[in-house]
């Protein structure tokens, strides 16, 4: 299958510093990227969608200042957690699709990042 | 606005023995996509299985097939002869949009444990 690859897988920072997110597409191009964010045992959240080019697409809640997401080419979107404080600590997972694989298919994911703040 | 409700927060099973996770959602929508997944303790989402809202046939991989009742909003996972490595988060979900950009709308996820 296609593979999505997260970097890193976990990460300590302190608080009040900033702590970019890696996602990248390694075996084909995604032009639409989703990060999500998951507490321990609970589900998925989306927090946006990623469009290479251009802005990305935040739900509801999210504050766009401090998830900051861009999407400069084709394989690699990042997500920029600023000013980083202890309720920011959470498990980040990233996903897309691969357009070959025509429409409607399944994401792929990758193997998310930890993030302590501390 | 879209819901997807598991409403198992945990469940177990015999090894070698069959085990049904429910999933009910809403939508108004005609077209879509359901989805479960699989998350090991390594956290790693692995798709399962996968079901277009059109055809009225339900999939199945091997050990995993659905019961998909698309007027009841229903769309419940069996897996049979269960394994060890079968222990895992299992969630399902719904694709609301298309293509590419079709966002996946997750339910709370259901927590099975594999007993030897």
């Known amino acids: 299958g296609a593979v999505v690859s997260q970097h890193p897988s976990r990460v300590i920072c302190k608080s009040g510093t900033s702590v970019k997110i890696e996602c990248r597409s390694l075996?084909?191009?995604?032009?639409?990227m989703f990060w999500y964010r998951q507490f321990p045992k609970q589900s998925l959240m989306l927090m946006a969608t990623?469009?290479?080019?251009?802005?990305?697409?935040?739900e509801q809640g999210v504050e766009k200042d401090k998830f900051l997401i861009n999407h400069a080419s084709l394989t690699l979107s990042t997500l920029t957690v600023t000013s980083a404080h202890p309720e920011d600590s959470s498990f980040y997972i990233c996903?897309?699709?691969?357009?070959?694989?025509?429409?409607?298919?399944?994401?792929?994911f990758g193997q998310g990042t930890r993030l302590t703040v501390v | 606005a879209q819901t997807v409700t598991q409403s198992q927060p945990e469940m177990s099973v015999q090894e070698a023995e069959t085990v049904t996770l429910s999933c009910t959602y809403d939508?108004?929508?005609?077209?879509?996509?359901l989805f479960w997944y699989k998350q090991p303790p390594s956290r790693q989402m692995i798709l399962v299985i996968r079901?277009?809202?059109?055809?009225?046939q339900n999939a199945t991989e091997n050990r995993f097939s659905v019961n998909f009742q698309k007027a009841a909003k229903s769309f419940s996972l069996k897996i049979s002869d269960s394994q060890l490595g079968d222990t895992a988060m299992y969630f399902c979900?719904?694709?609301?949009?298309?293509?590419?950009?079709?966002?996946?709308?997750f339910g709370q996820g259901t927590t099975l444990q594999v007993k030897p």
């Open positions: 996903s897309a699709r691969d357009p070959q694989r025509g429409l409607n298919t399944e994401a792929f």
């Open positions: 075996d084909f191009q995604a032009t639409t």
């Open positions: 990623s469009n290479e080019g251009s802005k990305a697409t935040y």
């Open positions: 939508t108004s929508e005609n077209n879509y996509y």
């Open positions: 079901q277009e809202a059109y055809k009225q």
């Open positions: 979900a719904f694709m609301k949009g298309s293509g590419n950009t079709g966002k996946l709308i």
